[in-house]
């Protein structure tokens, strides 16, 4: 089960304990960044010369590059000079990127029951393990990474699949000449030294490392998806700065599969040039989706959303098959599905301890560990094993069981993994909304026809011959033209339909509204997918000046986000737009932004407003109502975003709310507010904090 303090949507997943850590209210925000640290990364035709006058001058204590051709680690004299830092940066016209070392958080939540469980997901009629099992159970030619906080090596249920470098003893010396002394097993990068076992209050790196590959058929404890398979541990302390070099460990010392059992909603240009690096060197990236029962494909979490062939993002499902209630979704974001909570798992308190766990932390390595045995039996059939094939047999293998929540629908089956026959994987990549023939706000309205541009990308083997035909799912929105035919696609290609699908809406339809629609895919040679996403319909009518909607929102699983737009004409003197809920079960937040919809990103939950775009109001709050007032607003369409935050029990789920919208075309004596402020409360939003509130008392569970 879910321990039961209500978190924020948007915090970075946690380990929570039930056990034995009290709550305390409040409790210190959990940092999203390391204090005064950046990363820089300098243009090619910057002298060093130039690189060392910057150091100097914005006051550099220490600063390291972290790859031949990666960015640089700068530790600030100050560091409450980080923010100018990034602007003089940024606009100094030097350097490619600069940005802050952000710490990513692993994703798992650990209830307190650490009896006995069998392993459920093992099941025939779940993962299929024991018919997978049947063709092969050896994997100890595959090397997996788990990158995390440290692993105890000589745990009864892990030592005797420990990764051992080939090139290298124990005798102070560099004997493989990769850069690293004694790295027998790893390394620690957080502590830049040979030894990456976990520390002394920490277990995560274990369970996963547990989960991806425990000892099978041993007599103790339980078993991985492969019983035997080499765990390469490397601990990091979850900086940007230790992750690049741990990915960059991985790709040059042999792994073929990177383990990453964390996340963050801050996107790293320096992480998506290393997981690039882990493409190019034919590894495959599995990473978790996260716990905060949202939906990535709104708001982004890395490095799962990282843009890249080789990430294969992984959601957690249930005993009942359903989906944990407190995974991460995401339509064209997150790919698969595997069990993911009450594992029964390796535990790092002693050499033969075990727990139960749960949390997306866990679903990610079980699908390494898969990703690993069929590596394992298709090279023994003589197969060239790609990150491709990798990747494409584990999404082309799932049993469908969760429609329009993944971008497969479905949860990992090993036994189909390894038997799957080579094929295309053609998945929806996005779509568009083109009404430029109509009012051009580029998004559905009542009565309006549309062009729908809609992209696939193919996973694995070559696709040709492609058709794919659009149908809605709802007696408001009609497809007019029922296929269109795309590009061919090789493996890790896109492409958009030749002809985009048209959709006409229904006049009378009722806004606010989601539209389901399904894509029926086919290729040559016989291939067939079915594939689901919905559209929003949420254009809202002012009567009288005057607008109220009044619905529910969801204060757990995945439909807590609500857009709306709405006209505003010209000579109004004062907009203002709210959202409230009698309920105190719930925290809502508000984004409003004229012109065109705001893209929910971390830059609107950051103290950062440097990367925040400044067309967009926020107001962000701890409890169940927000206000916006803008003095003067543009004439034009104004787009805004309701956002149910907190994550709640399990007995809480479909919130009522209003939102409403009124103006003043008069003009008055004195004046209203300049529109919502952020303040500090942007930021706990995004670092983890736990905004649990039962009758309205903040309150934040114990975190790690």
């Known amino acids: 089960m879910i321990a039961s303090p209500k978190v924020t949507c948007f915090a970075s997943l946690l380990l929570v304990l039930s056990a034995p850590f009290a709550l305390a209210a409040p409790l210190d925000p959990v940092p999203d960044r390391i204090p005064g640290e950046l990363l820089v990364k300098f243009r090619p035709a910057v002298t060093a010369g130039e690189k060392g006058a910057a150091r100097a001058a914005f006051r550099t204590t220490h600063a390291r590059r972290l790859a031949a051709d990666g960015p640089e680690l700068w530790r ?173 460990y991985a790709a040059a010392n042999g792994a073929h599969i990177v383990n990453a059992s964390l996340g963050g909603p801050q996107f790293s240009q320096a992480e998506y040039e290393a997981v690039a690096r882990l493409r190019d060197a034919g590894v495959l990236l599995v990473v978790a989706a996260g716990n905060g029962a949202h939906d990535n494909d709104e708001l982004p979490d890395y490095p799962a959303g990282l843009d890249l062939p080789n990430v294969l993002a992984v959601a957690a499902s249930k005993q009942d098959d359903q989906l944990a209630t407190f995974t991460q979704i995401g339509p064209t974001s997150v790919d698969v599905a595997a069990p993911g909570q009450s594992i029964y798992l390796p535990y790092g308190s002693r050499d033969n301890a075990y727990a139960l766990a749960s949390g997306t932390s866990f679903s990610a390595p079980y699908v390494a560990g898969v990703a690993a045995l069929t590596r394992a039996y298709r090279t023994g059939l003589g197969e060239p094993v790609t990150y491709q094939a990798l990747k494409g047999r584990t999404m082309a293998g799932v049993d469908p069981n969760y429609t329009g929540r993944l971008a497969t629908d479905g949860r990992v089956n090993a036994y189909n993994a390894l038997m799957v026959p080579p094929q295309p994987v053609l998945v929806v990549k996005g779509f568009a909304i083109d009404d430029s023939d109509g009012n051009n706000n580029g998004v559905l309205d009542p009565g309006e026809t549309v062009r729908l541009r809609v992209t696939l990308e193919n996973t694995w083997a070559a696709a040709s011959g492609i058709n794919a035909t659009l149908a809605s799912l709802d007696p408001d929105l009609t497809v007019v033209g029922g296929g269109s035919g795309y590009p061919d696609l090789a493996a890790g290609q896109s492409g958009e339909a030749s002809i985009p699908y048209t959709l006409q809406v229904a006049a009378g339809a009722q806004s606010y509204r989601t539209l389901p629609l399904k894509l029926e895919i086919a290729a040559a040679g016989g291939y067939s997918a079915t594939r689901h996403f919905t559209l929003h319909l949420g254009r809202l009518e002012l009567q009288d000046n005057r ?80 206000t916006i007032t803008i003095e003067s607003p543009q004439a034009g369409t104004w787009y805004a975003t309701v956002v149910s935050l907190n994550w709640y029990d399990n007995d809480v789920v479909n919130v009522p709310y209003r939102f409403t919208v009124s103006y003043d075309p008069e003009p008055q004596a004195g004046g209203g507010g300049g529109g919502g402020s952020a303040g500090p409360l942007l930021l706990l939003a995004l670092v983890g904090v736990v905004a649990a509130r039962r009758r309205n008392v903040p309150r934040r569970s114990a975190v790690k």
Not at 167 to 196: M, R, V
Not at 205 to 225: D, E, L, R, Y
Not at 564 to 577: C, K, M, N, W, Y
């Open 76 to 248: 600030l004299e100050a560091a409450g000079d980080v923010e100018q830092t990034l602007h003089q940066l940024r606009a100094s016209g030097q350097v490619e990127y600069a940005e802050p070392n952000f710490i990513r958080e692993p994703r798992a939540t650990i209830p307190n029951d650490p009896a006995y469980s069998q392993q459920w997901g093992f099941a025939p009629d779940k993962m299929n393990l024991p018919a997978a099992w049947d063709l092969h159970s050896d994997a100890s030619g595959v090397v997996i990474a788990i990158i995390d906080d440290g692993m105890r090596m000589t745990h009864e249920d892990l030592a005797a699949n420990l990764w051992v470098n080939p090139g290298e003893t124990t005798n102070g010396q560099d004997d493989d000449g990769n850069g690293f002394i004694d790295d027998l097993h790893g390394w620690d990068f957080a502590a830049n030294d040979n030894d990456p076992s976990h520390g002394p209050a920490d277990s995560h790196g274990t369970m996963v490392a547990g989960a991806a590959g425990a000892v099978g058929n041993n007599g103790k404890g339980g078993s991985g998806p492969a019983w035997t398979v080499r765990l390469m541990p490397l601990r990091t302390d979850r900086t940007i700065a230790t992750l690049v070099q741990a990915y960059d």
């Open 547 to 626: 607008v109220t909607h009044e619905g529910v929102i969801q204060t757990v699983y995945w439909d807590r986000i609500r857009r709306f737009h709405f006209d505003i004409p010209a000579g109004v003197r004062e907009l203002v737009v709210s959202t409230a809920s009698d309920s105190t079960d719930v925290d809502l937040d508000l984004l409003l932004q004229p012109g065109s919809a705001p893209r929910l990103t971390a830059c609107y939950y950051s103290a950062e407003s440097v990367c925040r775009d400044p067309q967009t109001t926020v107001s962000i709050g701890t409890d169940s109502s927000e």
